[in-house]
């Protein structure tokens, strides 16, 4: 579980400050260590969030001049064809009046290029942004000018169905890591030496939290858990069953629960230390899928997937799309052609895909 691809993005909805920082208010860094040097080490979920929250409120990350880019960046493809996967899955459950909703939409490219596909199906709904980027939601604001924002997804419409995204959202969210020792497992923790951050094992917790058949693995095993993400999901899936509708989620991740430390950092599209400069680069962990569907069915809603970005993104067509585009502009087949395969071959088996629906709703495409 270790990534390939500099690719991935968007912004978490529990951010808890969309506040810039000034000059008079310390850097996050040395605010961070003075609270770990008074009240002592802290696990890694807050210093992750505590991390990200300041990145995303401050800063445009994507992009060449970013620290990442991330597939709606790469081409117009994947946000047609997930504009298409929203308006046939609609178009069978009998066109019913709805919101479109994307989760941390970054600069808004998937949210035009799926609106503008979505519309030439006949589908132009209502359109909700969570985000708590200022710089961002500028940027979206450009791009879809009648979006409504929210904070989080507590406030999203209660009285239509949902048609909810979310591409490189989930891997954002705060984490929580387990870290086996001689002794057993011990919650991990960022301890502070200095302006120095590092990972240390905690206290002790039984082994009766981990699956059976992780509870033996050898010393120096990981296991990752994001209660946030888990949270969210069980948030949209309650919805999605009361009011009707389905959800996307597609990231980087796997299909666990699993052994791995995924926490990473990414500064100028490289890969940097997690525990170094925290809130001067992006935070993420790659996606327990199996997981966000295991919450989602605990709310009564449907699971599909997960399957492999490069075999949904072929089973809506990227190929026909590719040739299509081709065939208007000659003279960017070269790089259209790059853009299909690094969407379907580079970034098509690191990156999964899965689905929820209401229980009435019918199945989607791409997923099994």
Same mark, same amino acid.
């Given at each position: ?235 949209? %899936? /309650? *919805?999605?069953? =009361?009011?009707?509708? $389905? +959800?996307?989620?597609?990231?980087? &991740?796997? @299909? ?62 990227? %190929? /026909? *799309?590719?040739? =299509?585009?081709?065939? $208007? +502009?000659?003279?960017?087949?070269? &790089?259209? @052609? ?31």
């Amino acid at each position: 579980m270790t990534d390939t691809d500099p690719n991935r993005s968007n912004t978490p909805s529990a951010n808890p400050s969309r506040k810039s920082e000034g000059d008079s208010v310390p850097p996050l860094a040395d605010r961070l260590a003075r609270a770990i040097t008074l009240a002592g080490p802290i696990p890694i979920a807050p210093y992750m969030a505590a991390a990200n929250a300041h990145y995303y409120a401050t800063r445009d990350p994507l992009g060449a001049a970013g620290d990442f880019t991330t597939s709606p960046e790469i081409s117009q493809m994947f946000g047609e064809l997930v504009g298409l996967w929203c308006a046939d899955l609609w178009d069978r459950a009998g066109r019913p009046e709805l919101a479109w909703v994307e989760l941390g939409p970054g600069r808004g490219t998937l949210a035009a290029d799926a609106l503008r596909a979505m519309a030439k199906g006949g589908l132009t709904p209502q359109v909700h942004f969570v985000e708590t980027s200022p710089t961002l939601r500028a940027a979206q604001a450009e791009r879809v000018p009648h979006a409504v924002w929210h904070d989080e997804t507590t406030s999203l419409p209660t009285d239509r169905p949902l048609l909810i995204v979310a591409n490189e959202f989930f891997d954002a969210l705060p984490i929580r890591q387990l870290v086996r020792t001689i002794d057993g497992w011990h919650e991990r923790l960022v301890a502070c030496q200095d302006t120095l951050f590092l990972p240390i094992a905690g206290k002790a917790v039984p082994e009766s939290v981990l699956p059976p058949r992780l509870q033996k693995a050898p010393p120096g095993s990981i296991i990752e858990t994001s209660p946030a993400s888990v949270a969210i999901m069980r948030d949209l %899936a /309650a *919805r999605i069953v =009361a009011q009707g509708g $389905a +959800a996307l989620a597609i990231d980087y &991740g796997y @299909a666990g629960p699993a052994i791995g430390d995924t926490f990473q950092a990414m500064r100028a599209h490289a890969f940097v230390n997690p525990f170094e400069n925290p809130g001067e680069h992006d935070l993420t962990a790659h996606v327990d899928m199996a997981t966000l569907l295991a919450a989602a069915i605990t709310e009564g809603a449907k699971p599909y997937g997960p399957v492999t970005q490069g075999a949904f993104l072929n089973t809506l067509g990227i %190929a /026909a *799309r590719a040739t =299509a585009l081709t065939a $208007a +502009a000659p003279e960017r087949a070269d &790089g259209i @052609a790059a853009d299909r395969a690094r969407l379907a071959e580079a970034m098509g088996e690191l990156f999964k895909v899965v689905a929820i629906t209401a229980p009435t709703w019918p199945q989607p495409e791409g997923l099994t």
